[in-house]
């Protein structure tokens, strides 16, 4: 659990830590330079407090010191239910999984905007291995401080979200990840998170991480034939990063009948029917929550099976 400056939301957090039904655990306490109480607290909840500088080193400097078989990744002003851990042990040696998370409600209800109550409604409905291999490059599947996993991993530092890279790097070695499908984490959105405020979470970097590993998924990179559906311009700009990686594509296809017959990049667009008549491997490039719902039921429809023929791409 690494923190910084969390004396008022940590009296709750350590709460609910200490309420676990499961209670064969350590707690190791990563201090990011904080300036007001929070070791003090830690201290006296009996966990093992150490130091780090950001918050990679904090995360890795508690990987490296924790002493479990499994570790639970936690942040200071969030709320655990008391079975989580129970839930989680259960999952992950039931399965065989590497990681398991849990779906999530957000709090408080007066800092949650619409958006953000789309994406948790979508994450938690990302439930199995092959529902996290389908949707993998939609969003981050996972609520971070949600997640339990087996010892030997590591975070990657650099210019994106470390938490979003670990499970690509995950998938692409072939490692299970799962989730309980119970509300087991209160995630608590505030103005001030990291996700809001540091670049490493921007929406560009999220959309270069993802186009990095998307390139080196076999059911892209191997693909005879790749179809982009959206070809709008943000759909452009987050594509043009996919090309950057060698992947070239055969069509566009888009639902705007002013486009359709032209050609981008000298490359047609076709209406989207005229996939119905194709095999080939579709990428969605629609970032409209409800379009991208429509657009899977579509292919669907038309004998494309999600997660083979078809990804959507966030």
Known sequence: ????????????CIASIEAQTF???????IDDRSHDDSAALCRRAGFRVLAANGL?????????????????????????HPERLAAQLELIERGGHDVVATQVELFPDDAIGAGYREYIRWQNAVLTPEDVDANLYVESPFAHPSVL?????????????ED??????????????????R??????????????????????AFDRLRARYLARDPRVANAQRIVIWGAGQLSRRRVRLLVDQG?????????DPRKIGRQLWGIPIHPHDW?????????????????RDWISETLTGWGYRIGHDFLAVG
Not at 164 to 178: D, F, I, M, N, P
Not at 278 to 291: D, E, G, K, M
């Open 275 to 291: 996939l119905a008549e194709q095999r080939t491997f579709v990428l969605i490039y629609v970032t409209n929550h409800h379009a």
């Open 164 to 181: 979003y890279e670990l499970w690509l790097r995950l998938h692409a070695e072939g490692r299970s990840t799962a989730k309980v499908p």
């Open 56 to 80: 990679v080193d904090a995360l890795n400097t508690g990987l490296a010191a924790a002493r479990g078989t499994f570790i639970a990744r936690m942040d200071a002003d969030d709320v655990m």
């Open 1 to 12: 659990m690494p923190f910084r400056d969390a004396a008022a939301t940590l009296p709750e």
């Open 149 to 161: 996993m087996r010892r030997g991993f590591a975070y990657a530092n650099g210019a994106f979200p």
């Open 183 to 204: 509300v087991l984490l209160r995630w608590r959105e505030s103005a001030t998170r990291a996700s809001r405020t540091d670049p490493r979470y921007a929406r560009a």
């Open 23 to 29: 209670r064969d655990f350590e707690v190791v306490a």
């Open 247 to 255: 992947i070239r594509f055969d069509a566009w296809v888009d639902i």
